[in-house]
């Protein structure tokens, strides 16, 4: 078992696999993921989604961080699709970030569909290899997702949920 089987309870783990499924059937018929989050709380059915297509992304950390503490959060579930680089150290990933800015245009990026599962036990992030299923009709689909606890990262949608017991 790796730390996301051991750290999350299976209700949380159950909803994640069921998003996820989604997620690639959308994929697979459309051709692209919706920006999403899913902010709830196991036990009393108080739950949020957010459609975050189009929104600033500090806006949308802002909103699911408000609704994180309304409903006393247990779980923030957030999927996207980007572009990643995997460079060999942050030296590496600064030169070409100062080089070419965006991520996109960088040599060797690859698209990837992200996760990121927050709980009380954690961070836990996967990003999967977008893979072409139709060229010409543009349909793709993504491979095994595997979580791994993320320690020490930092962005606007990290650290969202409140400490336990600090609702309005």
């Not at 730390?3 to 909803?15: A, K, V």
């Not at 108080?46 to 189009?54: A, I, M, Q, T, V």
């Not at 680089?85 to 040599?107: C, D, H, W």
Request: aromatic content about 12%; charged content about 25%.
């Amino acid at each position: 078992m790796n730390e996301y089987e051991t750290l999350l309870n299976m209700e949380t783990r159950h909803f994640v696999s069921a998003c996820i499924e989604n997620a690639r059937k959308q994929m697979e018929r459309e051709g692209k993921l919706s920006e999403f989050v899913h902010v709830g709380k196991f036990g009393t059915g108080e739950n949020f989604n957010f459609d975050l297509r189009n929104m600033p992304q500090n806006t949308a950390a802002e909103l699911t961080k408000k609704a994180a503490k309304k409903v006393d959060a247990d779980f923030i579930f957030y999927m996207n699709e980007c572009w990643a680089i995997y460079p060999k150290n942050q030296t590496e990933a600064s030169a070409l970030r100062r080089e070419f800015g965006r991520v996109e245009n960088m040599p060797g990026a690859v698209r990837v569909v992200g996760f990121q599962v927050e709980t009380h036990a954690g961070q836990f992030v996967a990003q999967v290899p977008r893979v072409t299923v139709d060229e010409v009709a543009k349909r793709y689909t993504f491979g095994a997702v595997e979580f791994e606890l993320m320690r020490y990262v930092q962005g606007p949608f990290m650290g969202l949920l409140p400490t336990k017991g600090t609702t309005q």
